[in-house]
């Protein structure tokens, strides 16, 4: 059965700190793996999209990485702000069909100053 | 640019009233399209997907049904709420394997009461 695991569910850290969100997953075959933000009662906004051949991808302040052998990903924030208090989602595509995607439940992160 | 326009932002319904959310996609031609649904501490839902004009597909089954009248055109319709149907409703785009690109709607909080 496909799955994306993500930890922790919460996380609470102070402005200006850096933090790692991670997923892991078993959804196979893999074709991409995609780290969204979403924001309280909105959709969830694209941050880094990796195929199995790419190993970090930065968007700013987010780096993420992939580990296609250990079937791993991390996001990393630094440098963390108040507006970066969302859930972020990690989302594995693959399986059975192009449009199958694999949600994991996210990670709630709440940044406080 | 792909843009999607979902509405409305929010809806408060009575149980055993219709349903109709819309959902249109600008900048594409030919797109997948998708209705999620995401309750609070879980992943995302997926309910349906259409690849095309008239076709869809259910994931679920449910309470609730889906068109597709036009080719950037998505409808989530119920003839008759449940309690069970509130949730926040996702509708999202994906235009090729080879773009990547799987971009969501702004979303609608559905409360059934």
């Known amino acids: 059965k496909n799955q994306v695991e993500q930890s922790p569910q919460s996380l609470i850290i102070l402005e200006g700190k850096n933090c790692t969100l991670q997923c892991n997953y078993t959804v196979s075959p893999f074709s991409n793996l995609r780290w969204y933000k979403q924001d309280t009662g909105r959709g969830p906004v694209s941050l880094t999209i990796?195929?199995?051949?790419?190993n970090t991808k930065s968007n700013g302040r987010y780096t993420a990485t992939l580990d296609a052998d250990t079937k791993q990903s991390s996001l990393h924030i630094t440098a963390s702000q108040l507006s970066d208090s969302a859930s972020y989602i990690c989302?594995?595509?693959?399986?059975?069909?192009?449009?199958?995607?694999?949600f994991g439940k996210g990670t709630k992160l709440s940044v406080i100053p | 640019s792909q843009t999607i326009h979902q509405w409305p932002a929010t809806l408060v319904q009575p149980v055993g009233s219709p349903l109709s959310l819309e959902c249109t996609v600008e900048g594409t031609s030919n797109p997948n399209l998708y209705w999620y649904r995401q309750a609070a501490g879980r992943g995302l839902q997926l309910l349906f997907y259409s690849v095309g004009i008239g076709q869809i597909s259910s994931e679920v089954p449910q309470n609730l049904s889906a068109s597709r009248p036009q080719d950037r055109q998505f409808i989530l319709s119920s003839k008759k709420l449940l309690l069970s149907d509130s949730g926040f409703y996702l509708c999202a785009q994906h235009r090729d394997a080879a773009n990547y690109g799987y971009t969501f709607g702004s979303g609608t909080r559905l409360t059934v009461v």
């Open positions: 989302v594995v595509s693959g399986g059975a069909g192009s449009y199958q995607l694999t």
């Open positions: 990796m195929t199995f051949s790419e």
